[in-house]
């Protein structure tokens, strides 16, 4: 098996870039404002996980043009990393879309509606999801310590963020949350219940 091409990983790189700006700049029209409200509180703990995420895409970025300009790792671990930036970003624009409106980078303070169904209805949170993939991809796909920084950030900070995220969707939607919550886990799947006689 040969190894995949240098540049490869670029575009599911690109690809996850453009249809992320692509779809920030689709509800922008829709709501009448930016749906990145990083920045907005100051300097409060989600905004500090905001430039950790940040960061973390700009190592990963320069990683792969690092990697690009060198050359490419072995074949399994070079397609192995292809695969799963693609499946990332194919992953991360889904839940974009599925969103729709309620789509934000960070917390809003105006209040956004629930999203179940899409990719919603196997993750609670399938956009960190289609990010981490995409960054273990990058590590895969261009070792080096780069994407490794990359990779160790989002394993650090998405969880936080996730975290922060939950305990807002729960004060907004109540019940409704919770119901969900119970239904399907954090990173994937559905809860399974045990059936007792």
């Known amino acids: ?22 779809g ?6 829709v709501i009448g404002r930016s749906p990145d409200v990083f920045g907005r509180g100051g300097d409060d703990a989600l905004n500090f996980l905001g ?3 940040r960061g973390a895409a700009a190592a990963c970025a320069a990683g792969l043009l690092l ?22 970003a194919g992953l991360l624009a889904w839940a974009q879309r599925a969103m729709g409106k309620s789509w934000r980078v960070g917390i809003d303070a105006a209040p956004t509606g629930l999203v179940t169904s ?23 796909a261009a070792p080096g310590p780069l994407t ?13 963020q996730v975290r922060l995220e939950e305990a807002h969707l729960a004060a907004l939607h109540g019940d409704a949350w919770r119901a ?18």
Do not use: C, D, K
Not at 24 to 29: E, G, K, T
């Open 24 to 29: 920030n700049r689709r509800v922008q029209r």
């Open 1 to 22: 098996m040969m190894a995949p091409p240098a540049w490869l990983p670029l575009l599911p790189a690109f690809a996850a870039a453009a249809a992320f700006a692509l």
């Open 148 to 160: 490794a920084v990359a990779l160790g950030a989002a394993l650090v900070s998405f969880p936080a």
């Open 67 to 88: 990697g690009a300009a060198g050359e490419g790792p072995a074949a399994v671990t070079g397609w192995a990393g292809v695969i799963a930036m693609a499946a990332g």
């Open 180 to 197: 969900y919550a119970a239904r399907i886990r954090r990173w994937f799947g559905r809860v399974q219940r045990r059936v007792t006689a």
């Open 118 to 140: 899409g990719p919603f209805a196997l993750s609670r949170n399938p956009t960190f999801l289609g990010f981490l993939l995409l960054f273990a991809g990058a590590a895969l």
């Open 51 to 53: 430039r950790a995420h």
